[in-house]
């Protein structure tokens, strides 16, 4: 990966680009800071990092890509894990949908994180929601079997939308069935923004979402009958 002293990052630089992934592959991007076979967790629009930066420290052996399209906060990230020596993230400044189609192999990712992504709460803006049906089912192609697409929103609508998206997608089966979502999810670090809608009183919706294993029946791997 290469070093830059960019934007006064005081310390390793731990951003990479599009070209080195597609050059380098991913065991080279995080080497030597962690040795193959890697355990691929991915975070969409990380924000403010809080939330990646917790995963990180508490799986230190994970290699975990926060994907930003954000240059402050991907910029504000980098100077952030530079002071914080955390040698097992690495940030792509990216739009999601693009990186996701095509930075990650299929079958190659064991976690997708999307929390809070913008809810565009009008209709007329729908469309420009992250969580389209096509970006929902590339996540699912790239999980590896058993790996799981992690969902938040505080947002009422956007999660109908999501429950919709998600019901629909045939390589994904709900971790939480019979409910479609759950309203709490113990354990998991709360950003600032989450913090901030719980004080208006927006209880959030989570979902955990798994690819199907070989030998269950999806459209890719249809059950044989007998
Ligand atoms: C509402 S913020 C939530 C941030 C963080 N996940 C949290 O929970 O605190 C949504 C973030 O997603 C980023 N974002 C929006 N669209 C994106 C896309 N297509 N690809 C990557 N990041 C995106 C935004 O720049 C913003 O930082």
């Known amino acids: 990966m290469t070093r830059r002293i960019d934007g006064g990052i005081p310390g390793p630089d731990r951003r990479v680009s599009a070209l080195e992934i597609l050059e380098k592959g991913w065991e080279a991007i995080f080497a030597p800071d962690l040795a193959p076979p890697l355990r691929l967790v991915v975070e969409v629009g990380f924000g403010r990092g809080e939330f990646l930066v917790d995963l990180a420290r508490r799986r230190p052996t994970d290699a975990f890509v926060g994907i ?6 991907t ?3 980098a ?4 002071r914080l020596e955390l040698g097992n993230v690495r940030l792509l400044e990216a739009r999601a949908e693009r990186a996701v189609e095509e930075l990650f192999a299929p079958g190659s990712v064991s976690e997708f994180w999307v929390n809070f992504s913008d809810p565009w709460p009008k209709k007329r803006h729908f469309k420009r929601r992250l969580l389209q049906p096509a970006f929902v089912a590339d996540l699912a192609r790239r999980l590896a079997p058993g790996g799981t697409l992690e969902i938040a929103t505080d ?17 994904l089966e709900n971790a939480h069935a019979p409910e479609p979502h759950l309203r709490d ?29 070989p030998g269950a029946a999806s459209p890719e791997e249809p059950r044989k009958r007998p």
């Not at 947002?155 to 390589?171: F, G, H, N, R, T």
């Not at 999810?185 to 294993?213: D, N, V």
């Open 68 to 73: 930003e399209l954000s240059h402050k906060r």
């Open 75 to 77: 910029v504000k990230m």
């Open 79 to 82: 100077r952030r894990l530079a």
């Open 155 to 171: 947002d009422p609508s956007y999660a109908e939308w999501i429950d919709d998206v998600l019901a629909a997608e045939p390589l």
């Open 185 to 213: 999810a113990p354990g998991r670090l709360r950003t600032s923004f989450e913090e901030e809608w719980r004080g208006k009183g927006r209880i959030p919706y989570f979902w955990t979402h798994r690819r199907a294993s």
